[in-house]
């Protein structure tokens, strides 16, 4: 069975860093799309950031709200899935999953398209 553990959330001050994790098991890894989608409070679920499976190219997409502040990265041999995120903002504070697709690219941004998730880790941000 397919399973997604997040890690590094937690509370921090704006303009602060923080960097998630996502390890997978029993995951074809390389043949998947690793994403990260966030939910706030009230809010319905956002695409973050994806990294391209290698066989589709590789590379990432973001959202252009965390454009220039975010990066994603992947580890194909410890099947892990990094999102390190820089000068924090208030406005980031959610629950953030990790999730697992081999949908076509373009529907990389598309929740809907992932069929595996993490159970999510916190995080807030102060102002």
């Known amino acids: 069975q397919v399973h997604l553990a997040e890690a590094g959330g937690g509370l921090v001050p704006a303009g602060d860093s923080l960097r998630l994790s996502c390890k997978a098991s029993d995951l074809g890894f390389r043949n998947y799309h690793m994403a990260w989608f966030r939910q706030a409070p009230g809010k319905e679920r956002e695409f973050v950031a994806v990294?391209?499976?290698?066989?589709?190219?590789?590379?990432?997409r973001l959202a252009p709200s965390v454009e220039g502040r975010f990066t994603i990265s992947r580890d194909n041999a410890k099947k892990i899935v990094y999102l390190q995120m820089n000068t924090l903002k208030p406005e980031d504070t959610a629950l953030y999953y990790c999730?697992?697709?081999?949908?076509?690219?373009?529907?990389?941004?598309?929740?809907?398209?992932?069929?595996?998730w993490g159970q999510g880790t916190q995080v807030t941000v102060s102002s």
């Open positions: 999730a697992a697709s081999q949908a076509a690219l373009s529907a990389v941004r598309q929740s809907n398209m992932y069929r595996h």
């Open positions: 990294s391209i499976r290698p066989g589709t190219g590789g590379g990432s």
